[in-house]
């Protein structure tokens, strides 16, 4: 499966932007079965979990962005997505899309957050 993200860019504090993510080879019926997520890597930090949502559509966030960020897919178009608001400074970071299983994240997109 290949991962493909966008939507990140640059945004005043307060802000707000969406993130898409596309699994492609993968036929739709097998990317229903799979959790989706998005993990993010601040400068100088590891990598996190952000949000995660499974194929039942239970989601789990990471509690700094509780009540910021809203995960969801459409499985019809084999994609996931990311809604921020009330973005912060503290927000900035690479954003990754991930599939689980089997543990596989794409490549990321910058969200760049201004004070």
């Known amino acids: 499966v290949q991962l493909q993200a966008s939507g990140g860019g640059l945004v005043q504090a307060g802000g707000s932007l969406r993130l898409s993510c596309t699994a492609s080879?993968?036929?739709?019926?097998?990317?229903?079965?799979?959790?989706m997520g998005w993990y993010r890597q601040a400068p100088g930090k590891q990598r996190e979990l952000v949000a995660t949502?499974?194929?039942?559509?239970?989601?789990n966030y990471a509690d700094s962005v509780k009540g910021r960020f809203t995960i969801s897919r459409d499985n019809s178009q084999k994609k996931v997505y990311l809604r921020m608001n009330s973005l912060e400074p503290e927000d900035i970071a690479v954003y990754y899309c991930?599939?689980?299983?089997?543990?596989?994240w794409g490549q990321g997109t910058l969200v760049t957050v201004s004070s």
């Open positions: 080879r993968m036929i739709t019926s097998v990317f229903n079965m799979h959790t």
């Open positions: 949502i499974t194929s039942s559509r239970s989601t």
């Open positions: 991930y599939i689980s299983p089997p543990d596989q």
